[in-house]
Each structure stands twice: as C-alpha cells, then as structure tokens.
C-alpha cells in the first residue's frame, strides 16, 4: 500500500490496484494531476481488508493480477455492496471478459496502454457519478427520517395530496372538515420541511407509494 494524497481529506479518493509497481506510480502521477488523490494497492486481499468504503471516489482494477483477478474482485465488491464505480484496465482484454465486467456492473473497462486523456475522462466521469449517487442517497435518508416523524393521520393526508386531490376532496375521503385537512396539511409541510407542493411530491411521493 502506497497512498499518494494531494487534497483535503474529504476529497475524492481513487483506489488504484495493479500488481506493477510501475504503472501504479505512473498512474497515481498521472490522476494526481487533476486534483485527485490516490491510494495504490499492489495486493487485492489487503485492499478488500482496508479500503474505506465509505470514501467518495472511484475504483481501478488491474484484470490480471496474482491471487485474485480484477473480475473476481469485481464480483466479490457488487456482493459485498460496494458502490464507489469500478473501472477495469487489462493488457489482455476479449470481448467475453468486457461483457462480462460491464454485466457485472463495471462502468468503464479499457485496454492498456490506455491514453491519458481516456482514462482521466473515464476517472473523472465515475467520480462524478459517485457523487452525484452519495448524493441522492444522502438526501433518501434525510426524507426518509422526516417522513417517519408524521403522524398516522398526517401520512394519510400526505397520501391524498400526493393523488392530486384538493383540501376538500381529502376531507370528503377522511371524514375530515376542510380546516382540519388544512391543519395537518400545514404540519406535515412543516415536519417534512417542504414549503411547496412540487417540492413534497419530489421528496416524499416514493415514500408514500413504498408504505403499506
């Protein structure tokens, strides 16, 4: 293990394995460049021991190393969950192995050598896709919390107006008068923490849709 760090902690990391200790130096060099910091690994086991799953970043896996193979570890980290995007690199590459990594769930699988400009385009993207993933996820469970700070009632309610009916409408279906319709419509929005209706059905409409 030979981690190369060139921003804040909390940047994106990029996990590097390969068996050569040349192409690991020139490679980290290489996407160091653009800002990123990388932790090289030379063995697959240690890596799967020690890698934070929890960074925000991206994977690159050599196909051909000794002991575990890239596509092995490949499989081996979809099992386990691991989320950070996985981009294959091999000196050997067929059709049925690129099949087989993308089936998998690899985004980018490319041939050594490879161009700077390709595998910094492909590095950078699956960054971003990261990003954008722990992003979504972060704000699931954040809406998730709220949601289950509503009352039986209110989630009821929330139910109705996420179908589109009016205040009205809802009190019809709950045996509700309007102004108590409009008391706890007031109270969810404030426990949800939505101050429009565009923005509750984004947020909570799958919530609604996934309860039982």
């Known amino acids: 293990m030979n981690p190369t760090e060139n ?3 909390l940047s994106p990391l990029i996990h590097l394995l390969d068996d050569d200790a040349a192409v690991r130096q020139s490679l980290a060099l290489l ?8 932790q090289t ?3 697959p086991q240690q890596f799967l ?3 934070d799953r929890q960074s925000i970043g991206a994977l690159i896996l050599d196909v ?3 002991g575990i193979s890239g596509l092995t570890l490949l499989d081996t980290l979809v099992e386990q969950g691991v989320d950070q995007p996985i981009i294959l690199l091999t000196g050997h590459g067929t059709v049925d ?3 087989r990594a993308f089936k998998v769930g690899a985004v980018e699988f490319l041939e050594k050598p490879v161009s700077d400009d390709v595998l910094l385009d492909a590095v950078q993207q699956a960054v971003r896709q990261h990003v954008r993933r722990r992003e979504r996820l972060a704000a699931d469970q954040w809406a998730r919390k709220r949601y289950t700070s509503l009352s039986e009632r209110e989630r009821e309610v929330l139910a109705l107006i ?7 409408e809802i009190g019809r279906a709950l045996s509700l008068s309007p102004r108590t319709v409009e008391t706890h419509r007031a109270n969810l929005f404030a426990k949800l ?3 429009n209706l565009a923005h509750l059905i984004r947020y909570y409409a799958s919530l609604v849709s996934a309860s039982p």
Request: hydrophobic share 35%; net charge neutral; proline share 6%.
């Open 7 to 9: 921003g804040p902690s």
């Open 31 to 38: 996407i160091g460049t653009v800002g990123l910091r990388v």
């Open 41 to 43: 690994w030379a063995d």
């Open 49 to 51: 021991e020690s890698f």
């Open 64 to 66: 051909r190393m000794p």
């Open 97 to 99: 192995m690129c099949r």
């Open 162 to 168: 996420v179908e589109g009916l009016t205040n009205k």
């Open 193 to 195: 923490q939505v101050d």
